[in-house]
């Protein structure tokens, strides 16, 4: 598309309440995927090591992994796919160098596996830390079918009470004495699909599933508040600027924005990051977003085909400016669809050497791949780009010993520096622990907290 020609999309200004069509100038963004550096075949990458949920052989997904407010990484061992399946938190235990299995969440908030009502079967994207009393709020997800049914239909059990999930069921719990000290129901009858802490105004903010709607939940009244529905497709991410205004996305690739001071959401006028080539912003919702650790910015992913990295600058104009990073995944023939399992990227965190780790799949083609066939199909590799030239690095591949490894739905990095990031795929499902240099690691590398799942 040259210079003098007008992209085809339209946008609409809704911010200002006032419904505007228009022709927006194409802007192409700036061709960045030759900062590739693949790992060599003779290079030694970072250690990696699987640990599987073995005491949860049920789990068949990790949605939700985090540091706590301790240091330590916790993940969610969930079981969406047998009925009256459960989601039991795990925490990694660096003296054992294994996991430690803290409680059947289900038990605990009086909503056991069988109780005929679609089970509290997974926490996504939805642990949540506060760090002036060590707590950990973690919020459920639904999916999970009643244990004398195959699947769960959140729509069609609406109205029946034995059957309709009784709700996101919001626990807190005590990093500090490893109790559970309350939990309420956050959101009846829907799950929570990503949760956030405003720790100053003690506020927990969440996106419901399946109406998408945008909740807010004040933690010293115990009561909820629903602000409104944001669209179709839910996004995957929630997160938080200097000012306290929550951002996510929408079904059509534009910020949505609260501003607590005037109690509304906005719809951004611009687009977030897609491929211009064949995508209108369609489903380009947010799927993972890693504040930088001056918290100038954002990095995030998009959950779509041929997924987008970009970086958006909180503090700069009445809307954040989004910069296109690029594509995350390999180039592929796209007169051929994809699924999202396959091409796909996530788990986004800052290591204690400042730069941005992540995970994005990667696949055997025959143009765009060609990989021996010694290596598996399908796989996971670690990517680090550093903040000031953007380049990337590839520095491991994740493998699992029986599996495929390309589908991580969080990252995190603990106290000590170490990254870690949550799979989905294998049964049971589990965590992988990349070991870092000394180099680049440093002590209370999680600090400042990401404090959104």
């Known amino acids: 598309m040259g210079s003098g020609q007008i992209d085809r999309r339209t946008f609409m200004k809704v911010s200002s309440g006032v419904l505007a069509a228009g022709l927006a100038p194409a802007v192409a963004a700036e061709d960045k995927s030759a900062e590739f550096r693949p790992l060599a075949e003779n290079e030694i990458p970072y250690p990696v090591k699987w640990y599987p949920f073995t005491q949860h052989p049920d789990s068949d997904t990790c949605w939700s992994l985090s540091v706590g407010p301790d240091g330590r990484i916790y993940a969610a061992a969930c079981a969406e796919s047998v009925p009256g399946g459960v989601v039991k938190p795990v925490r990694y235990n660096e003296q054992r160098d294994d996991l430690d299995y803290l409680f059947n969440l289900a038990e605990k908030v009086d909503d056991p596996g069988d109780s005929g009502r679609a089970s509290q079967c997974k926490i996504h994207y939805s642990f949540a830390p506060s760090m002036h009393d060590g707590v950990l709020y973690m919020a459920t997800h639904l999916s999970g079918p009643p244990i004398d049914l195959p699947v769960y239909s959140p729509w069609y059990s609406w109205h029946d009470a034995k059957r ?18 309350w939990w309420d129901t956050l959101i009846p009858k829907e799950g929570c699909r990503c949760l956030l802490h405003d720790e100053e105004r003690g506020l927990l903010y969440a996106m419901s599933y399946p109406r998408d709607h945008f909740i807010i939940y004040d933690l010293k009244t115990r009561q909820r508040r629903d602000i409104g529905r944001i669209s179709s497709i839910n996004p995957q991410a929630l997160f938080l600027d200097k000012q306290h205004r929550v951002f996510t996305s ?6 949505v924005r609260y501003t ?23 489903h380009s919702v947010f799927y993972d977003v890693a504040p930088s650790p001056d918290r100038e910015s954002v990095y995030a992913s998009t959950w779509c085909p041929n997924p987008r990295l970009m970086r958006i600058w909180l503090n700069q104009g009445d809307w954040p400016r989004v910069e296109d990073l690029g594509p995350a995944t390999q180039p592929r023939d796209l007169s051929f669809p994809i699924d999202m399992y396959d091409d796909h990227c996530g788990g986004l965190t800052f290591g204690g050497d400042g730069k941005l780790y992540y995970v994005a799949s990667r696949w055997r083609d025959a143009k765009y791949n060609p990989t021996p066939e010694s290596r598996k199909q399908n796989e996971g590799v670690v990517w680090r780009l550093d903040p000031q030239t953007l380049k990337r690095e590839e520095v491991a591949r994740l493998e699992h010993p029986t599996g495929l490894a390309h589908y991580v739905s969080r990252g995190a990095v603990d106290h000590n520096g170490d990254l870690f990031f949550g799979h989905v795929g294998n049964h049971p499902s589990g965590i992988f622990k990349v070991s870092m240099p000394a180099d680049r690691k440093r002590q209370n590398a999680h600090l400042p907290i990401r404090m959104w799942g």
């Not at 309709?164 to 000290?181: K, N």
């Open 250 to 255: 929408s079904d059509y690739g534009r910020l």
């Open 164 to 181: 309709c999930f009784r709700g996101s069921a919001l626990l807190a719990f005590d990093t500090r004495t490893d109790q559970v000290l």
């Open 260 to 282: 607590p001071e005037t109690d509304r959401l906005e719809i951004s006028p611009g687009l977030l990051a897609h491929d211009l080539n064949y995508q209108t912003g369609w």
